[in-house]
């Protein structure tokens, strides 16, 4: 197909990932947005948003024309051949998603949509969305297309340009294969579906990575009773190709701006039907009790008690290559540190201050000072390079609680610290003497 006129409404992480990449691939992109001076930054190619490689291809479709950003939707629409609605869906009261950002949007543009244009649910919706739309619209001649997007954080715009496949739902078999063309040049699968099973792909794949990463850190809690380590666990089930290596790793929980959400709404839309799907509430209930029991190591690590306690935090965002703090299990943990007591100081590469109930610096070194305890809950590499030996002597105690299993033990235990992580076995620290040689 040749380069078709796109709408795309939202300029968050999907919304900007899927309109710069699509002008990418030489379709001509116009992106709105109701934040004056967001999509003034925007048009001048400033991207707030932390995602390797976004930047650049803001920068290059504005530079050749194929990319630009405007405010309100309803005139922007008038000359598409599509809209991809990527509009922000949270978790709403009771855990269902809150669908008012994609109803708003549709009322201000179902009568202003050329014949043929394609309204197309790029964010996660709910099961019986996309006839929702069609109903509020109420016009034949705008077809209504569920287009799921699987994106990782820090990852998107490679999973965008490399993806595994390619979903198209839509009760109009011509708008979905002509949405399915416009990924032509990527050459991945293209699922073609109905509008329900396509909204469901997202949701019945988003839950059950949760359930896998409540399962392995289910399985290392277990490690730490019996004796075992996760790790050596982990790399025996990885070899089987029916289980996988991804999505294996044990940590404080699972956070972000999808899981969370998507897990507690697909337990509603269970709901809504009469089925109560356990397994997935299971899942949900082990991630609270892991950030729990994360807690309890730390306190543990305090001696039993946290009021009072100096705890360093190295990392914030949720997971390692975003600045985003959406259920961050980091997050979530020096919360209950903060209210169980604790006095927290806390440092991200991506994130600066301004969080309320610790104080975030600049310096990783700078948590260290006088730290009883030093907690890593974020995976950043760089943390595993840091000069422990520095870190040491600023402390105050000498434990350090590793919940992402990032750190070489030996490395701690060589600047006289302890180690724990999450389902390995504890290593005790090693008596060294401090010396101006030795720093």
Known sequence: MGAARIVVVGTGYVGLTTGACLASLGHRVTCVDVDEAKVARLSMGRV??????????????????RLSFVVGARAAVREAEGVFLCVPTPMGAGGSADLRAVEAVTAEIGDALPAGCAVITKSTVPVGTAKRIRAMIGRRDVPVVANPEFLREGTAVRDFLNPDRIVVGSDSPTAARWVGELYADLAAPVVLADAASAELVKYAANCFLALKLSYVNSMAELCERLGADIDLVTEGMGYDRRIGRTFLKPGPGWGGSCLPKDTSALVKVAESVDYD??????????????????????????????????????????????????????????????????EITAYDPAVSGGIDGMTVVDDPYQVAKDADVVVVLTEWAEFRNLDWLAVAEAMEGDDVVDTRNLLDPR????????????GRPRAAKRQIAFTADAL
Request: charged fraction near 20%; proline fraction near 2%; aromatic fraction near 4%.
């Open 277 to 342: 799907f356990r397994m997935l509430t299971s899942a949900i209930g082990e991630n609270i009790a892991q950030r729990d029991r994360v807690v309890a190591k730390i306190a543990g690590a305090c001696g039993g008690t946290l009021a009072g306690a100096r705890i360093g935090v190295l990392g914030l965002a949720f997971k390692a290559g975003t600045n985003d703090l959406r259920d961050s299990p980091a997050l979530a943990v020096s919360s209950v540190l903060g209210a169980l007591g604790a």
């Open 411 to 422: 490395v701690i235990l060589d600047a006289g610290l302890s180690w724990q992580g999450i």
């Open 48 to 65: 707030d948003i932390l995602e390797p490689g976004l930047a650049d291809l803001v920068e290059r479709g504005l530079a050749n024309g």
